[in-house]
């Protein structure tokens, strides 16, 4: 069959609905969408906690995992050089991807490639293995999203099983019997959401796309939930980083179509939901998302809603910038806006699309919480793209958690040729500091990365700040392939796919410049105690920054 353009397939879509409804015919063998949340017993006690730490599932999983990546980490520091000696504790490790659209996904990929070492043969495979944390922000997300719903194979399977084919047709035009299918499914989907009570926002029809996209399973990854990566083997065996995806929230109340500078961040993990931040502190269980509640009780006993976590509206979620139409400003791509018209023209058949629709919108579990100021009176939360306050590096978790180093993939598309200038990580360190988390280092302006090169090259931040995480900063820039791509373009063939993974490759090897493996390794013992290779003196006076 050939592939038609994602605008025909809406077309189809619609035309084959009327009185905006879809046929029962069109149904197929699904009756009932796997997509719309369904009713279930919910568990005793409250749902919502206070942000005291992180949940229980969260801590046993990482018990868990810390003595495999501890060994992981101790077998690369053996492989670097021999002269590093054990510490009384090794250094937790967190990874973040951040946000830009495919130009993160498949930088990302080629940095986590060349740290794997599954996929890898560099002086720095193996690193992957030692990580304890990964979080993904936008793009990022979808890089993780496609990572974890798939059961974080390789990324050179994911290459070739998923996104070589997906990414050659375009984000919204998944080829072959998916293109034949999917828009007629995705309006199937947002009618049984609309019936179970939920109503669907333009971030729906979006988020199947995206599963249509970066998930392998049957109809999109329609099934795959969030929480549901608990049951995935991987995670059940603790063999991979415990993954985290953010956004932020926007209060429509303000009249304001994007959000503050500060807004409410929030994460999402397998286990919960919610933010650290003042105005919320607090988390609910991701698996009962949807529900309704008040003061962290179902308002009717005992019922409570899931599947609302689909990992497709998660992804969605993270990066949904389509509220910056109801900003009507040019910060959105045209692309995304033609594409935001289309997917308005879909939802339409639903119900009349309305501002909020703009946003990707959740039931807020925090109603009625006395310990959520902020939101305690909004029905609900609504959420848009993590990286929209100009902080587009999800940091902001590990901040509140035991993390000693991190490493951050830094995709962003600060200047005119798509290439980041470290304003992102000092926005960053700027919101900290107001929010008086010392854990995050100093970051100089924009001006010191550009004038000193540090947005061409890994940094290390924190090298001197005992109190601080590390953050090793890894730079999207060119090393064999433009890799400024926008981040608007959402199609890549199979030449140019390969090309942006093998520079990652080299963003995550530092050009398989020769030491690197050693400096890296100096950078995440650094703060450790332990003994350290005489090589470290010459890596802290090359990469940290002071």
Excluded at 150 to 161: A, G
Excluded at 440 to 450: C, G, K
Excluded at 524 to 534: D, F, N, T, Y
């Amino acid at each position: 069959m050939p592939s038609l353009s994602w605008k025909t397939w809406a077309a189809i879509a619609l035309a084959t609905s009327h009185a905006g409804a879809v046929p029962a015919s069109s149904l197929d063998e699904r009756a009932t969408s796997p997509y719309a949340p369904v009713k279930a017993a919910c568990p005793g006690g409250s749902l919502v906690r206070p942000a005291t730490g992180i949940s229980a599932g969260e801590s046993s999983y990482v018990s868990a995992r810390k003595p495999i990546a501890d060994a992981a980490l101790a077998a690369f520091l053996a492989k670097t050089d021999n002269d590093f000696g054990v510490p009384d504790e090794y250094p937790t490790i967190a990874f973040t991807s951040s946000g830009g659209g495919l130009r993160a996904l498949l930088e990302t990929a080629g940095v986590h490639q060349t740290f794997d070492e599954r996929d890898s043969t560099s002086s720095v495979a193996g690193v992957y293995q030692a990580l304890t944390y990964e979080s993904g922000l936008s793009g990022g997300s979808w890089f993780l999203g496609s990572l974890s719903g798939n059961n974080w194979p390789t990324i050179s399977s994911l290459k070739s099983s998923i996104w070589e084919k997906s990414f050659h047709n375009g984000l919204f035009e998944p080829d072959g019997i998916l293109v034949a299918a999917a828009d007629l499914d995705i309006v199937t989907d947002l009618v049984a959401k609309d019936v179970a009570g939920f109503s669907p926002t333009i971030t729906d029809p979006y988020a199947r796309l995206l599963g249509y996209l970066l998930l392998e399973q049957r109809f999109g990854g329609v099934s795959d939930t969030l929480s549901g990566l608990t049951s995935q083997s991987q995670f059940a065996s603790n063999a991979v980083p415990f993954p985290i995806i953010t956004a932020l929230g926007n209060d429509l109340s303000t009249g304001q179509c994007e959000p503050p500078a500060y807004a409410i961040q929030y994460e999402f993990t397998p286990y919960e939901f919610g933010s650290w931040d003042s105005g919320v502190a607090a988390f609910t269980q991701t698996k009962y998302l949807g529900s309704s509640l008040s003061n962290g009780k179902p308002t009717k006993a005992g019922s409570c809603e899931t599947r609302y976590d689909n990992l497709g509206f998660v992804m969605g979620t993270s990066s949904n910038v389509f509220n910056e139409i109801c900003a009507n400003t040019t910060a959105i791509p045209t692309t995304f806006g033609t594409i935001g018209a289309d997917l308005t023209k879909i939802l339409d058949k639903v119900h009349s699309v309305t501002t909020k629709d703009e946003y990707a919108t959740y039931p807020n579990p925090f109603h009625n919480s006395p310990g959520s100021p902020a939101v305690s009176s909004m029905k609900d939360l609504t959420l848009v793209d993590g990286g929209e306050s100009n902080q587009n590096n999800p940091l902001w978790p590990f901040l509140h958690r035991a993390v000693d180093v991190i490493i951050v993939s830094d995709n962003s598309a600060d200047t005119s040729d798509n290439y980041p200038d470290g304003s992102e990580l000092h926005n960053m360190y700027i919101q900290a500091s107001a929010a008086e988390l010392t854990t995050m280092p100093f970051v100089p302006s924009d001006s010191v990365f550009v004038d000193q090169g540090l947005n061409k090259r890994p940094t290390f931040f924190g090298c001197n700040d005992s109190a601080a995480d590390t953050i090793i900063y890894l730079p999207n820039t060119n090393y064999t392939f433009d890799s400024g791509q926008s981040t608007a373009r959402l199609e890549y063939n199979k030449g140019d796919t390969d090309a942006m993974i093998a520079n990652g490759n080299l963003i995550g090897s530092y050009g398989d410049s020769g030491g690197w493996a050693t400096c890296l390794a100096c950078g995440i013992m650094g703060k450790s105690g332990a003994g350290l290779p005489g090589a470290c003196t010459a890596c802290f006076e090359r990469f940290c920054y002071n």
